[in-house]
């Protein structure tokens, strides 16, 4: 199935660096979102984004979803240890499957 | 917030036998029941959707045969792996929504399946 082009594909920083990573398509979405998984556990939701060119915050968490519906990305601003795990987007393009279309995945590690 | 529950968490089987997941929404009612697999280091791939009531439309290279998904009601879903074989092992996780728009899919804690 169709995928979404996700970088990078692993971060290493230091505690209290900002993250950025982002998420880019060929084709249109009308939603993106962006989860957050750990080992052995489901995705959790981090933040949802329905609009093209919406800006949504959660805490330290800012995403955005570009003009072209083509793209969005996710910044995490003064990193802690917990911010450790795999980060995801996902898109909805609203056609007949209504599932989720993942992006690979970005794998952040915090050195000390 | 809405609660998707996946049981059991963790399963052993053997070879040739089959194996049953649920998939239960706690707080909410689940129009939608999404099923994905995972294998390790690897993205999380939409195996099939059901909707309650009705057969479930599987993706491309799923075998509906191997893959049963039961979805009965509008809190549970299930996802039955029939003669299964050790390279069915993986990590299986379903989400579920309530009703368009809203897109913020909840997903269950997953079941990390072993075939032996």
């Known amino acids: 199935g169709q995928q979404l082009n996700q970088s990078p594909q692993s971060m290493f920083i230091q505690e209290g660096e900002d993250v950025s990573m982002n998420c880019t398509s060929s084709s249109i979405f009308n939603t993106w979102l962006w989860y957050k998984q750990e080992p052995g556990e489901g995705p959790v939701l981090l933040i949802a984004l329905y609009k093209a060119g919406e800006l949504t915050s959660n805490g330290r968490l800012t995403a955005q979803f570009g003009i072209t519906r083509k793209d969005s990305f996710l910044n995490i601003s003064a990193s802690i240890p917990s911010d450790v795990g795999i980060y995801f987007c996902a898109g909805y393009s609203g056609g007949g499957a209504d599932g989720l279309t993942f992006g690979k995945g970005t794998h952040l590690i915090i050195q000390p | 917030g809405a609660v998707v529950s996946q049981h059991p968490s963790r399963v052993i089987c053997k070879s040739g036998t089959s194996v049953k997941i649920e998939c239960r929404s706690l707080d909410f009612q689940a129009t939608t029941m999404f099923w994905y697999r995972q294998f390790p280091k690897q993205s999380l791939m939409l195996m099939a959707t059901?909707?309650?009531?009705?057969?479930?439309?599987?993706e491309q290279g799923v075998e509906k045969d191997k893959f049963l998904i039961n979805h009965a009601s509008l809190t549970l879903s299930t996802l039955t792996v029939t003669s299964a074989h050790p390279e069915d092992s993986s990590f299986y996780i379903c989400s579920a929504t309530a009703s368009k728009p809203n897109y913020g899919y909840t997903f269950g804690s997953g079941t990390r399946l072993t075939v032996v």
């Open positions: 059901s909707n309650e009531g009705s057969k479930a439309t599987y």
